[in-house]
């Protein structure tokens, strides 16, 4: 994803640095490389959360994983926002429901 990220010269550099440096947890490129193929995947996004934009390349980086399942909260659930501030209890309702599953 970092090398999407540093060709497009549309993203803004606020969005690039999370991105791009590998001290972020789980945006590196290869972060999420040790869960490829094992299991099942669950990504939560926010609609007005600047890094949805990468929801989509998210879902797809994820092609050899077990299952991949997304969910974007929404603003008219008050969980449109970053790790869905707003309605918290939303987002742990459906995380629990997805691991039960």
Not at 61 to 90: D, K, P, W, Y
């Amino acid at each position: 994803m970092a090398s999407i990220v540093a060709r497009n010269t549309s993203v803004s550099t606020t969005a690039r640095a999370p991105l791009t440096n590998p001290a972020w947890a789980g945006a590196a490129a290869g972060a999420f490389s040790p869960w490829l193929g094992i299991g099942g995947v669950l990504v939560l996004a926010g609609a007005e959360d600047m890094f949805t934009v990468y929801y989509q390349q998210q879902l797809r980086a994820l092609s050899a994983a077990r299952s991949v399942e997304g969910r974007l909260f929404t603003a008219e659930e008050q969980a449109a926002h970053h790790c869905q501030i707003g309605n918290l209890s939303l987002a742990l309702d459906t995380i629990f429901d997805w691991i039960e599953r």
